[in-house]
């Protein structure tokens, strides 16, 4: 099942307006169902979505972490 703009924002937890500005940037695969441009449909798949989350993980750096005794 594909999500939505609105439900894909709730899933990886960011406002729909990051959602649909990845996707203008070609970050974030997605359908366009109907006309070109501004109107038609939005549709992400969720696996497309879970890849690009996992993608903007930052790792802190080994040097910065510090180990609790």
Do not use: F, N
Not at 31 to 56: F, M, N
């Amino acid at each position: 099942m594909k999500l939505t703009p609105k439900q894909a924002a709730q899933r990886a937890g960011v406002s729909p307006s990051l959602i649909y500005a990845w996707c203008h940037e070609g970050r974030l695969a997605h359908y366009r169902l109907g006309c070109e441009g501004a109107r038609g449909r939005i549709l992400i798949d969720p696996s497309d979505l879970d890849r690009l989350v996992e993608e903007c993980r930052q790792e802190r750096h080994p040097l910065l972490v510090t180990e609790s005794k």
